[in-house]
């Protein structure tokens, strides 16, 4: 088992990210996280070619914070469209959080499966 620095809370949330790309193209997409944590969070359904170190911006309703990239998903793996974040300065999630959605969560325990089933095929 993987020992965390902090503790991870699972809350589908739609945000929006944006920044340079790994050509330097300037980019703006909706992703969804997969969890949170005080200084950091897990995207998925993240398009930009993005990579380690990359310093991307997110917003969270009116909320905004500048995020370093600490991993990205290999393609062609069930990872593919997952990145890792870690707040560059004061991360967002410390403060109240906007309440996910019905159609958020409904489209997030959906999304979530199909993520377990993936593994499940990668891993067994």
């Keep these: 088992m993987v020992k965390r620095r902090e503790y991870r809370m699972v809350v589908p949330i739609s945000v929006t990210l944006w920044g340079l790309d790994r050509e330097g193209k300037v980019f703006s997409q909706t992703a969804k996280t997969l969890n949170i944590a005080t200084s950091g969070a897990r995207l998925f359904g ?5 990579e380690p170190g990359f ?34 300065r004061n991360g967002i999630w410390s403060v109240a959080l906007p309440r996910a959605t019905d ?15 993936q593994s499940e095929l990668v891993s067994g």
């Design 55 to 88: 310093i991307v911006g997110l917003q969270c309703g009116n909320m905004r914070a500048r995020f370093m990239v600490v991993w990205v998903g290999e393609k062609d793996t069930s990872q593919e469209g997952q990145i890792g974040l870690r707040a560059a």
């Design 103 to 117: 159609d958020d969560f409904s489209a997030w325990l959906a999304e979530s499966a199909e993520y377990t089933h």
């Design 46 to 50: 993240v398009t930009a070619a993005l």
